[in-house]
DNA sequence: TTGAAACTGTCATTATTCTGTAATTAATCA
DNA sequence: TGATTAATTACAGAATAATGACAGTTTCAA
């Protein structure tokens, strides 16, 4: 069965030699033309390698990246930039890809790499990768690929979608304080709003799951009037 | 335990200086000056990690990262060179290597790469590629090989090809929740999309056959908005 | 032509998500 | 310190969207 990848790419001339030589290679390809396509086609289908522009219409890349990290760890992402500043490299990797390349680049090594990532992907996931997706806090465990989590006081229940989501998003901001307007864009989309009642219900529901003492609360703060934190106790 | 890495780098200043800034990110690393003894200690020993210049003395870098994957070696391998020409960088890749970077390179970027690089090889080698015929669990067992399944109540009957494939999917992934694109992309391919209808009708025929109470299943579950996940009770 | 397998549409059934309101708590300022 | 204001907590339904169940239709191969 072909390789799907997914390429987020505005320039007209580019996507479509890329997208050709890439169909020479064998892969099926599906161009996105700004960040908005890019995630909805990401949501609807699936793919082995997402290839992302960083400059990109309507949503960055980056946030391209973070979004697809939310619901899926696994994809290999590879970046495109114009520049070759070690900056954004950097914060290209950090967001979550797995590589970067910097235009203009040379295609015989574009293919090459294109074709390492996709083999990387079937490796991670034919092996059944334990643990890179699991957090530990406390005597708590979440396990963000089957869904689950397990509690200090020996319970196991399983989280919705949208609990899950979440979570991961606090998790991975962990220390930090995420502010309602970045919840409610990351989590539910750009067109969506919901009351700001809902994201507090979240909130209370992870405590309920996690803290001893819910009124107390150790590992999930609310900061007033700016958003709320999780806090991991030791590293 | 400390990721091991092996640094092959002729020059002192800065293998020194590589070799401190790693042990600082808390890694255990090894040095060879040439091909000689990069190939000696990888055979002495086992490393997450090789970093390997390609103009040293000996054996020259290509060579030794030839020499490595003859071995049938996994262990992800970073190319360092002095030039950054597009030449060097596809054979360096062609011959075996992960990654590539041009001498100068920002520091921040070559650590970032190294963890990269080496949580990759952990997903890696954490488990062989299981190779199945059969599957038990509870009382039901399940023969990929010859199409049948044996359930709990002595039930033998023969599964149709797409059933086979999908139960094997799900079998494979035990535990994670497989979300309905990558089903769908899996087992029927990329240009046919059937109702999603159709996976629920596959799901409820393995209730059928291997669920004592339909309603309340003990191995398919159903994770709602992102798909479906078979759990076997004992390992 | 026949039968098994695969797919689709519909409606019933739930799990999940959202909203409104009241109670509570925290922050601000006199 | 106490009064005032604003934000958060806490529930309990209500609304929504996803899945379960099944029957009927199409497809494909023997």
Redesign the interface.
Known sequence: ??D?ILLVEDEPSLYEALKLNLEIEGY?VTVAVDGEQAIEKF????FQLIILDVMIPKIDGYVVCETIRLENSQVPIMFLSARNS?ED??NG??TGA??YMSKPF?L??FL??VS?LVK?GH????????D?NSFEFGGNKVDF???EISTWDGEVK?L???EMKLLKLLIEKRGKVVSREEILQKIWGYDVFPSTRTIDNYILAYRKYFEENQRQPKYFFSVRGVGYKFEADSE
Chains 1, 2 share one sequence.
Request: glycine residues 2%; without cysteine.
């Open positions: 069965m072909a799907r099926n949501k609807s289908s699936h070690a490299k950097i990797l950090k797995d590589d040379n015989e090594e090459l790499r390492l990387r490796a991670l996931t034919d092996t059944g990768t334990e890179l690929s089957s869904f399983s919705s979608k949208r």
